[in-house]
């Protein structure tokens, strides 16, 4: 049995014989009592057992260490106690796995830089526990938007042999021998695994396409990569994007979407994960649960790059980076336009020369039907356009930027071969669970991250 | 609006005016009349448009060519021809993207060699059509068993740096230039991207055992990667695997689990797949119902491979290869044995040698409690152990096989702080569609398939 069962339905097992197996978060001894937080993993509420020095074994119990793994039989009651409802009265206690002194989890306040030490052991922490929970409930928010929507899970290629988009930033995946390499002085790509140069993909949006293009709706949830030497609180070399497609389907449409399944995640979140979601606004964002509900109920503003510029240069702001048409906004000019519309806003029609090659080019030639959608506290959250369905555009735009043609003829022909107005966007998982948790290094939302120079694990 | 939505309610729209959008599929033409065989992806069914020269651009619609994008209004009827109880007469159809003459994908039988050749247009045919859409079903119901019994989803790192399970198979993963490598003779792992050498992950099962040690049951759902050198029917580079661990599980209970988890995706796809199953059944694999129904009502059986290297002498069948105590079998035993008793079979507690470090080490001193789930008409389909959790065995069962503790001091201590009886299994996705689809090569299961030499799109 497990400790969430056993909660969520306290009434049916007060009074009854019980049996759990679980790990001893702390443990506090008295002469007559004991009391062991106890805790098995399956909810964030930990459980109380109680113990007397009528057990007979009494002595030994005491000197359970915290962090051991034990099975206890016992009866569940009501707790006169306070910090939670119910307890268990120990009848046995066994120990399955004992924990010596020097395990580095104790009941005290760890830091987050200590824990990223002791990855493997963070998430028997509170926070983290909550974190990695919340991390999988939202996962699962995703999919069953996504599946009850029609939409069609497409699993992208991981390796990829395509560099269009990720030029420089990729990883190499090779089954070269470097030493080879080295001592002959010659590489020779034919030899590689797969007979040239591959690497890691850094999106799977143009392969999920073809995918839009059968299936009118489908969505890829898995892991990309970005060789990108930079050591912030946003960047990881792997994460998890959500990239979904829709075929007949322009900006406007893809904004609903984009709306609709935001909000979808965080009432799924919020009425999945109560505990977890109470403890990151008690302790980790103060006004996080606000933040969200009040989500939930705006409607989200839109309104164009250009319009946003306006704004910003009438503000009597003094700012770090003069706000400029046919330019990129700041992180200071997002917070701003948050602020201004107290609420999420989606920022359309970008200048195209900052957008990438695919997105649909709007009459003006000057921008694209790029969308971003921006919220408060997390700024840019999502990112999406209208894709460009017209082969002749699209090409010349390629040709503007010095792509090549060879190697993308499959996605070229998407234009040829019944094409049709689609939209899609890309939102990075771990940027959606920084802005659900309050916690905000995303070292601290992946199990085991990778970074410039950390590959642990 | 969806075909889907359509078809699923098509008593409610009937005699109704409805727009659509989607792909002509088939184009048959008379003198008064014409036939479009339409889908838009959402359902496997297709939709029958039918039109009349009472159209005043009757000609120009003659023209639409196969493989176009069209919008279509009309009104849904229930139709007089056989092959489709509803169809819908036309009163308008707009051309969206047209479609050349050379357009690959024609309303005939294509070989799957063709198919794979042009991968990207391949889910607009009916075969893979079911298939890619079964893949994303099978995954959700994935997921939601996990989910619904407490399982917290775990996304296990796909760069590593540890390479204890995948000696040899592994990809190198880097941002060293080769270049400059050749040039130099010269390699400086402490200059690469991760300070040292890295590669794509084999198995996420051992950080899996971090999250089951602190949430009691947790499962990887991700891509893992092998650079075998094989081109067989059932080996990719790149594919995914489900990853379960639970805590306080013994080999008898991963079991239990393994048994439950499997008929729940069977049921789960045949309930929400009925379409796409029959089609297999009818063109892939004629039985293909039966097999999986059968699955469905049946007792696995439990074995231990003593047991059946016993049956498998005594039997009166000339092997190819003959069956010996303490070595594996090949895939004629598993045929046999899964006939021999008419069902699924666990075989349970295999000689040490063949199998992994981790598994636990029976009382007897030459077995381990690992087990392999053999179906039929498929063989194998999942592996899974008990995992050893004793400290001392495991190491020097590490020295044994000359395995370095260096790097594994985190997955050694999960044996120290508070460790218990855990047991997990590893299910390969595809070999599970393999067995769901009838389509027994796994280039055809995949999207975008990576195999030696091959790495399109």
Redesign the interface.
Known sequence: M?V??LLEDAKKYEGKKITL????RNHRKQKEFGFIDFS???CFKHLQLVYTNKLKDFDEITKIKI???I?VAGTLIKSEGSGQDYEVTVSKIKL?????DE?P?QPKRHTREFLREEA??R??TNLF?AV??V???A??AI?TYF?EH?????????????DCEGAGQM??????D??R???????DYSKD????S?G?TVSGQL?AE??A?????TYTF??T?R?E?SNTKTHA??F?MIEPEI??CDLSGVMDIEEDMLKFIVKYVLEKCPDEMNFFDQFVEKGLLDKLNKLLKSKFTRISHHDVIKILKEAKVKWEFEPEYGEDIAKEHEKYITEYFNGPVFITDWPKDIKAFYMKQNPDHETVAAVDLEVPGAGELIGGSQRE?DYDKLINRMKELGMEEKGME?YL?????????HSGFGMGFERLLIYLTGVENIRDV???P?T??????
Chains 1, 2 share one sequence.
């Open positions: 497990d969430k069962e197996s679980g790990w001893v098995d993993g399956t962090g051991s793994s099975e399955l796995g004992d924990c010596p395990y989890i493997y052991l998430p028997r526990q990695f929970r991390r999988s409930v996962a699962m999919h599946q029609g939409y069609v899970y497409f699993h992208a290629p991981l390796i990829t042999a395509s990883f190499q995946v090779t089954t070269l470097l030493n390499i080295a001592k002959s002085g010659k590489i695994f797969f007979g040239k591959a890691l392969e073809t995918f293009l059968a299936y009118k709706k898995g892991p990569f060789a030497n070399s792997e998890w075929a007949f369905e499959w022909n998407l234009r040829k071969y019944g094409g049709c107005v992946i199990p085991y990778r410039p120079g950390n590959c642990e694990y």
